[in-house]
């Protein structure tokens, strides 16, 4: 017999798992789904997992960032010391343009920072664990791993069946870079590459740095005189297969693909990162120890999108002159039931996923409203105008 629940989540990134913990304050009903054998093994677990301020003019987005981070930073503090370190961040000018923008940047700088060497430094800024985090965060969360979803449909009771195994009054996609599963034409999603390396080193940074890449505070190798030291990231856009877990690399036959993430970019992207990191500070007796890659999930503009779903074609078949660019209000669009997302978090998964988990499930417990910005109305309502263009 199917076994059912209030609430399934597909995912068990920082987004899906930060969404299960702040869901398991109000059920008990819940379930954790993901392909791989364990919590953070995607995007998650490949992140460098550096929290740190946007710099710039004021905007939209930057506000967004910086409550998030604000927000997030002392979610982690309130996880544990153990989850967070919170060494500040030395953010370097990567040119003379650069440090023209920085200076330009300082009255719309939302946190407290002190001129440090060639660079600006933050207090704020920290570096986390992901998979701590993510087993932490869905501790007393029902798991169900190494778990592919294949097939979602939707009941006559707006219920959803998954894989025709489980039942869900509620379904969560938190699926990343990958959203085959979500039929919405408007909601594309566009997979960045990336990758971190970790190495060992005598050297003993004291705080994070960030330039062209990001360099960690180093901490101490047990039972030996060395410390492990966090370089990220790098970017590509490659059509890979984003079915892809970041601690089997290998057994992912990444290095049979010639259009991807092969072995050679591989062996680049750990020497670039070497080089941008050596430019930053000097690091001794570098080895590298271990190479993560991900797929970041970036929307189009660059803003992520959280909770229901516009249903494009109810939408369009109740309101046609949606196609000819009349306006209507986003409370008259109609969304599919019970069928919720957070993506779209791109390079600051973890600045982002607790503010946006949080708002996501005080949303749907305690009906408050979603910040505009965020939610997929918006990519809806462009692409409904795209449409009118095309027809003509
Ligand atoms: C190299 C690199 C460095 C980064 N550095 C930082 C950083 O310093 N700071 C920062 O904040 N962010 C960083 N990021 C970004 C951050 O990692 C992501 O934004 C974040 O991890 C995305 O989390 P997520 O939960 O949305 O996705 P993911 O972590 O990718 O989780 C999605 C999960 O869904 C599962 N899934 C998908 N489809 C299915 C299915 N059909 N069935 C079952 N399971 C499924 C996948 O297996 C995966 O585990 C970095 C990313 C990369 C790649």
Redesign the pocket.
Known sequence: MNKEYDYVI????????STAYFLSKYSKSILL????SDV????????????SPLLGKPNKFKDLISKSLIFSTQFYKNLGNEFISNCGVNRIPKNQEDREKFESYKPYIDFDYEVMDDGYFFKIGS?VI?SLICEFLTKNVEKKLS????NIEQNSDNSWQINKQVKAKNLIL?????V??IKEEYFDIRA?????IDISTSTQTQINYHKEC?VSKAFKIENSDLYKVSI???HHKFDCD??I?NYCIENANINECSKCYNSTIINKDSQKLIELASDIVKLDNIKVVDV??????SSNDYFPMLGKLVDSKKSIEKFPHLLNGTHIKDSMLETIENLFV??G?????????PYLANQLVENIINKKEIEEEIKTHRLFKRWAKKQKNKKK
């Open positions: 597909v995912g068990a990134g920082i987004a899906g798992c789904i993901d392909r791989n953070a093994f995607g995007a998650s677990g490949a992140a460098g997992a550096f929290l570096q992901p778990f592919e979803v294949l938190t699926t990343g870079a990958d085959k599963h960045v590459w990336g990758q971190k990001s990220g990231a790098t984003k079915n877990c993560k890659i991900g797929a970041r999930a957070i993506n978090v791109g390079g600051r998964g973890f600045v982002l996923s």
